[in-house]
C-alpha cells in the first residue's frame, strides 16, 4: 500500500508561480511511476504530468507545457510540480497519484494509489 500527500496549493495571481509536493509513503517509491491530475468544478478528472520512476522520461498535457515541470527526488520519496505563468483556467484540486504497472501515463484509470488533493486557485 502506498499512502501519497499533497502540499502546496493555494491562491496566486494569474502570472504567478506555485510549487506541489507529493509525499508517498512507500519504501519502494522508486519503482512507481508518479502522475499528477487536476479536477475543476463541474469537470472531470483531467491528466497535467507524469514523471517515469528514474525521472529520465516526463510528459505534459498540452495546455500546461512550456509553463510546468514535475521532477522527483526519490530519496526523499516526493515529487514535484512547479507551476509557472499561472492563469486562472489552472484553477482546480491537484491530485498525486501512483501507479505499479506500465502503460498509458495519461489513462487515470491505470493509477493505483491517490491523495486526497491540494486546491489551487488563480485569480485574475
Known amino acids: 500500500q502506498v499512502q501519497v500527500v499533497e502540499s502546496g496549493g493555494g491562491v496566486v495571481q494569474a502570472g504567478g508561480s506555485l510549487r506541489l509536493s507529493c509525499a508517498a509513503s512507500?519504501?519502494?517509491?522508486?519503482?512507481?511511476?508518479m502522475a499528477w491530475f487536476r479536477q475543476a468544478p463541474g469537470k472531470e478528472r483531467e491528466f497535467v504530468a507524469a514523471i517515469t520512476w528514474s525521472g529520465t522520461f516526463t510528459t505534459y498535457t498540452d495546455s500546461v507545457k512550456g509553463r510546468f515541470t514535475i521532477s522527483r527526488d526519490n530519496a526523499k520519496n516526493t515529487v514535484y510540480l512547479q507551476m509557472n505563468s499561472l492563469k486562472p483556467e489552472d484553477t482546480a484540486v491537484y491530485y498525486c497519484a501512483a501507479k505499479k504497472y506500465s502503460g498509458s501515463y495519461s489513462d487515470r484509470a491505470l493509477y493505483d494509489y491517490w491523495g486526497h488533493g491540494t486546491q489551487v486557485t488563480v485569480s485574475s
Open positions: 512507500a519504501r519502494t517509491f522508486s519503482n512507481y511511476p
